[in-house]
């Protein structure tokens, strides 16, 4: 992990890594039930599209010209009764 909860004026970024070959920017969406959708389901593309601007403010912060750059999700679902659901979603966007 190279960060964790980076902010900047625009926002924040819930998790950033690598996997060796690229950098890769994790949105972490928890919820309790389902009732207004799943976790994932929660990433709207305006979200989408926030997460990016921030990872070009990060980029630049941490002077790094060019790299490729993969957006996942975690998707964490803990309802009130049951076991908990985690859910990886690799170039989710």
């Known amino acids: 992990m190279l960060s964790r909860n980076w902010?900047?004026?625009?926002?924040?970024?819930?998790?950033?890594?690598?996997?060796?070959?690229?950098?890769?920017?994790?949105?972490?969406?928890?919820?309790?039930?389902?009732?207004?959708?799943?976790?994932?389901?929660?990433?709207?593309?305006?979200?989408?599209?926030?997460?990016?601007?921030?990872?070009?403010?990060?980029?630049s912060a941490h002077h790094v010209r060019w790299c490729e750059v993969r957006f996942d999700v975690l998707a964490v679902l803990i309802p009130p009764r049951g076991p908990v659901s985690l859910r990886h979603y690799e170039a989710a966007f």
């Open 7 to 59: 902010r900047c004026r625009d926002g924040e970024l819930d998790v950033v890594a690598t996997d060796a070959h690229r950098l890769v920017v994790c949105e972490v969406k928890t919820r309790s039930g389902t009732t207004f959708g799943t976790p994932a389901e929660a990433v709207t593309w305006r979200k989408a599209a926030r997460i990016r601007r921030v990872t070009q403010a990060f980029l």
